[in-house]
Nanobody, 124 residues
Framework: QVQLRESGGGLVQPGGSLRLSCAAS????????MGWFRQAPGKEREFVGA????????YYSDSVKGRFTISRENAKNTVYLQMNSLKPEDTAVYYC?????????????????WGQGTQVTVSS
């Protein structure tokens, strides 16, 4: 059974940082592109960024480029989302997702497995 479990969410002040983790089990992690998405209240889920199988390539949405960084440790079956210079508009539930032998897709339909999400709230 495949499981993706996000952690690290919470409340942070504007300008602050958080690091989210997503621990995967039940799959051959190194064969999956890993993506991060988010969904703010009243909005559709949107792409945040993705990382290739070996972690060599990443791709980010324009809204987070330069502030967020995705990395992965295949030996630990874990992907990370480092979020810096957080803004109130970054408030959302953040999800990790896995795409088997995929490309760095922004399309959530390309992803095979999803975590349950972790809440990030940016507020003073």
């Amino acid at each position: 059974q495949v499981q993706l479990r996000e952690s690290g969410g919470g409340l942070v002040q504007p300008g602050g940082s958080l690091r989210l983790s997503c621990a995967a089990s039940g799959l051959t992690f190194r064969l999956y592109v890993m993506g991060w998405f988010r969904q703010a209240p009243g909005k559709e889920r949107e792409f945040v960024g993705a990382i290739s199988w070996r972690g060599v390539n990443t791709y980010y949405s324009d809204s987070v480029k330069g502030r967020f960084t995705i990395s992965r440790e295949n030996a630990k079956n874990t992907v990370y989302l480092q979020m810096n210079s957080l803004k109130p508009e970054d408030t959302a539930v953040y999800y990790c997702a896995a795409d088997y032998k995929g490309v760095l897709s922004i399309d959530e339909d390309e992803y095979d497995y999803w975590g349950q999400g972790t809440q990030v709230t940016v507020s003073s």
